[in-house]
């Protein structure tokens, strides 16, 4: 399936399970293995605390999101490293292919990313990415955009509107990509093109193709 780039100048991915991948469990089972009790959490509710969002928007420092994750799970003694590394625990590898294609996209698209994410994990993330790769994980992208850094996050209509103004572009020519369906519904609200990357569709494969097409 090629995605329609008909009057597309602008390409804005998702990061996580867009380029990233992601095991959300993973960080549940690490947060048990420090305290974290079955009756407290599970998979749905695992991050309905209140300091999950505020970090996420950048509303408190790490600092104070693990003094609140040790009341969270009734752990007075964990470390901070302990706590950033069960929430770093979700994140995983961007594969290689991904990059590939959007490096190549970059040759006729301005490309820019919108996350929802917070930053312990974009830290960890870029330094792991260049080990990974060999390049600055921003290098890839005409301009990046994380929501703890412009204190709104998706679905919000704010933060697309925010997205929209800081990057300069027109939204009738930018494609959005992204794989939950209220972001790619407050997208549209904003006027953005989408693409809503479904479970078992694959970045690499849709604009694979297209990339192939255009060279």
Request: glycine share 4%.
């Amino acid at each position: 399936m090629n995605p329609d780039l008909t009057n597309i100048k602008n390409i804005i991915f998702d990061l996580g399970n867009v380029l990233l991948n992601l095991d959300f469990d993973a960080s549940i089972e690490a947060f048990q293995k420090i305290g974290l009790n079955d009756e407290v959490i599970n998979r749905k509710h695992a991050y309905s605390d209140p300091v999950f969002y505020a970090l996420e928007v950048g509303k408190v420092t790490t600092e104070e999101f693990s003094n609140q994750v040790r009341r969270v799970i009734n752990n007075p003694l964990a470390t901070n490293k302990q706590i950033e590394d069960a929430w770093y625990a979700m994140i995983k590898e961007i594969p290689a292919n991904r990059v590939k294609v959007v490096q190549e996209l970059n040759k006729s698209f301005n490309v820019y990313l919108f996350s929802n994410t917070n930053e312990i994990h974009i830290r960890r993330l870029h330094k792991e990415f260049k080990d990974q790769h060999g390049i600055d994980f921003p290098s890839l992208f005409t301009k990046d955009f994380y929501s703890h850094e412009i204190q709104d996050r998706k679905p919000d209509l704010e933060s697309f509107k925010k997205v929209i103004e800081l990057s300069g572009v027109n939204p009738g020519e930018t494609l959005f990509v992204d794989d939950l369906e209220p972001n790619i519904l407050s997208a549209q609200k904003a006027g953005l093109q989408t693409l809503w990357l479904k479970k078992g569709m694959e970045m690499a494969e849709i604009f694979g193709e297209t990339v192939t097409s255009e060279s």
